[in-house]
């Protein structure tokens, strides 16, 4: 049974790899190896990274084409860019296509993520978020299975970020009810909600 969470909020406040890997941040076990993986990394800040965090926004779904320079002239309507830092790979030397941008003043990192997300850049719709590494407690990087958001439905999906935020538990009634018991005793609720409905006419409990 799910029990209301007063302090519940659709962001992290701070990074748990079991709470992003569920949807609305209540699972009690890991679904996938990604989670376990992340669960048991021991991962340090990368210390040759510098700058001010809280100034700094997170830069993805950039082009491959898109350089330093046209990510400076982008976010510069936004306040005064210190410096810009587009990943590349250390083999091959090619972007991979995100990037950190750092402004002089958190007002301008403000503006930056709230009017930078999802504007265009080199033909792309560019993805903005803060810095989370330096500045969300606990944080597991993507590669070792934690991260958030995640574009295919059949992968590895992470929430309590921007992009994709907890949805809000459903909260049972008091005293509790046995789901079996309303879900065999109760079609009629499942039938106006089409959303616990699968393609095959059924119906899916996980939905519920």
């Known amino acids: 049974m799910v029990e209301e969470m007063s302090d519940w909020t659709p962001i992290a406040r701070e990074y748990d790899p079991l ?13 996938d190896s990604g989670i376990e993986r992340a669960m048991l990394a ?36 936004f ?8 990943i590349e790979d250390l083999v ?7 990037a950190f941008v750092e402004f002089e003043d958190e007002r301008s990192a403000q503006r930056g993520y709230k009017d930078g997300n999802k504007m265009f850049i080199d033909g792309n719709e560019i993805f903005v978020d803060y810095e989370c590494e330096r500045t969300l407690r ?14 295919k439905e059949s992968g590895q999906l992470r929430f309590g970020g921007r992009d994709r935020p ?7 009634p008091k005293g509790g009810g046995d789901f079996r018991r309303k879900f065999n005793d109760d079609k009629s609720y499942f039938d106006k909600n089409k959303r616990f409905r699968t ?6 409990r996980r939905r519920y």
């Open 19 to 31: 709470k992003a890997g569920s949807i609305d941040g209540t699972d009690t076990r890991p679904h």
């Open 42 to 77: 021991s991962y340090h800040t990368n210390k040759k990274v510098t700058g001010d965090p809280e100034c700094t926004l997170f830069v993805a779904r950039l082009n491959p084409k898109t350089n330093d320079s046209a990510l400076r002239k982008a976010f510069s309507q």
């Open 79 to 86: 306040g005064e860019v210190k410096r810009t830092r587009l």
């Open 92 to 98: 091959t030397g090619f972007s991979k296509c995100y």
């Open 138 to 151: 606990g944080w597991i990087p993507r590669r070792l299975g934690g991260g958030f958001g995640g574009r």
């Open 166 to 172: 907890f949805r809000k538990p459903i909260v049972l």
């Open 199 to 204: 393609n095959d006419g059924g119906y899916d």
